[in-house]
C-alpha cells in the first residue's frame, strides 16, 4: 500500500488519493480513512466524506456491468482465476445476505474486515439476482456505516478487537 501511495503522491492531490483508495477494491475505505487521517491529517470529517465517496463511485458500473466484464475476463486465465475466486469467496457470505436479504446486503458491506465491502458487496448482489434498486440502496448504506465504523476506529473511539 505504502508503494500505491508514494506512487499517487507524484501524481494527485492528498484529497485525491484518499478518492482513489477509497474506490479501489483492495483497499476501500478500509485503508483510505486511516491513511486520510493519518498520513494526511484530514479532520474525520474530510476523511470521511472522501473516501466514502470514492466508495460509493464503483458502486454503479459494478452493478450494472460485472455480469458482462467478468464474463469476457473469464475467457482469459487470470481473468478466470480471479474472478472465480472472488465469487467463491464472496458465496461463502451469500447464505447470511440470501437469508437477511436487504438487512444482510447491507451488514455484509458494513462490517470492516477483508473481502467485504462495495465491491464484494456489488459481487453478492450480482450472484444473488438482487435487483439494481434494492442492492444500490443496500451497499450505500452499508458503505455508509462501515466509514462511521472504520472512521470512529481510526480516532480509537471504538475498538473492534
Given amino acids: 500500500m505504502t508503494g500505491i501511495v508514494d506512487f499517487l503522491s ?11 483508495l477509497g474506490a479501489m477494491p483492495v483497499s476501500e475505505l478500509r485503508g483510505a ?5 493519518g498520513k494526511f491529517h484530514f479532520t ?11 466508495n460509493f463511485l464503483p458502486i454503479v458500473p459494478l452493478l450494472l456491468f460485472l455480469d458482462y466484464f467478468s464474463k469476457w475476463c473469464m475467457k482469459f486465465y ?4 480471479f474472478f472465480t475466486w472472488w465469487f467463491n469467496r464472496t458465496r461463502k457470505h451469500s447464505a447470511k ?10 451488514l455484509f458491506v458494513a462490517i470492516p474486515l477483508p473481502v467485504t465491502g462495495a465491491w464484494s458487496g456489488c459481487a453478492a448482489a450480482y450472484l ?18 462501515a466509514g462511521i465504523v472504520v472512521t470512529l476506529t ?3 473511539i471504538i475498538k473492534l478487537f
Fill in 44 to 54: 474525520a470529517g474530510k476523511a470521511f466524506s472522501l473516501a466514502v465517496l470514492g
Fill in 97 to 106: 445476505i440470501e437469508k437477511y436479504e436487504s438487512l444482510g446486503l447491507i
Fill in 128 to 145: 444473488l439476482g438482487i435487483k439494481f434498486r434494492h442492492a444500490f440502496l443496500s451497499i450505500m448504506l452499508g458503505v455508509l456505516i
Fill in 33 to 37: 480513512i486511516p491513511l486520510a487521517l
Fill in 78 to 81: 487470470w481473468g478466470n482465476r
Fill in 154 to 156: 481510526s480516532l480509537g
Fill in 10 to 20: 507524484k501524481i494527485f492531490s492528498p484529497e485525491m488519493i484518499t478518492v482513489i
